[in-house]
């Protein structure tokens, strides 16, 4: 499959008000809305607050669900979700932020959700480099409900927008997540 290919590695741009759950999300010269986490945009992330990490991270790889959508046009990294693949979550475990195979021995979050939220999914790279117990796990940037809830503190787009944003992301790229001034 032919992937678009880009230089340019302006980043995706995320801001709110203090403590909003809805925000924008900046892609090139066009805004999307997004949903955030539940507690809004957080300086200091750490596991289970609800809040969506401030900061700059790397758009590693997109994952996607292969019995609902074709492989997403990218030029990132793009892998299908398998029904049991997972996120382990429990900061005491060694895989702490890192995809599992189900079932695993501690808790894990599972990727293959029967809602359409983890449809399209990209990974940043939040805690990842290196992992630090406790500070955040599973920042993604996936769909959104129609509703647009707040998220567990990933940011979240509508289908057509997360095609759009993918078609023009590529390696090397970062989402900067912008506390309000």
């Not at 669900?65 to 492989?71: G, K, N, S, V």
């Not at 892998?79 to 005491?92: E, H, L, M, Q, T």
């Not at 920042?139 to 787009?157: D, M, N, Q, S």
Request: hydrophobic letters at 40%.
């Amino acid at each position: 499959m032919q992937r678009p290919m880009s230089t340019a590695h302006e980043p995706l741009i995320v801001t709110a008000l203090p403590g909003a759950v809805i925000g924008t999300l900046s892609c090139r010269d066009k805004i999307h809305r997004c949903a955030l986490g539940s507690s809004g945009i957080l300086a200091d992330k750490s596991e289970g607050d609800g809040g969506t990490p401030a900061g700059r991270w790397p758009l590693r790889r997109v994952l996607y669900r292969p019995d609902r959508l074709a492989p997403p046009l990218t030029a990132l990294p793009v892998s299908p979700i398998r029904p049991n693949d997972g996120w382990c979550d429990d900061p005491a475990d060694a895989a702490y932020n890192r995809p599992v195979t189900l079932p695993h021995r501690s808790s894990a979050e599972s990727m293959w959700r029967p809602d359409h939220l983890y449809d399209v999914v990209v990974v940043l790279g939040h805690n990842d480099d290196p992992v630090i117990p406790g500070a955040g796990c599973a920042i993604f940037l996936h769909l959104t409900r129609p509703t647009y809830e707040p998220t567990a503190g990933c940011v979240a787009v509508d289908v057509p927008d997360m095609i759009e944003i993918l078609q023009h992301s590529s390696p090397g790229m970062e989402m900067l997540i912008a506390l309000a001034r």
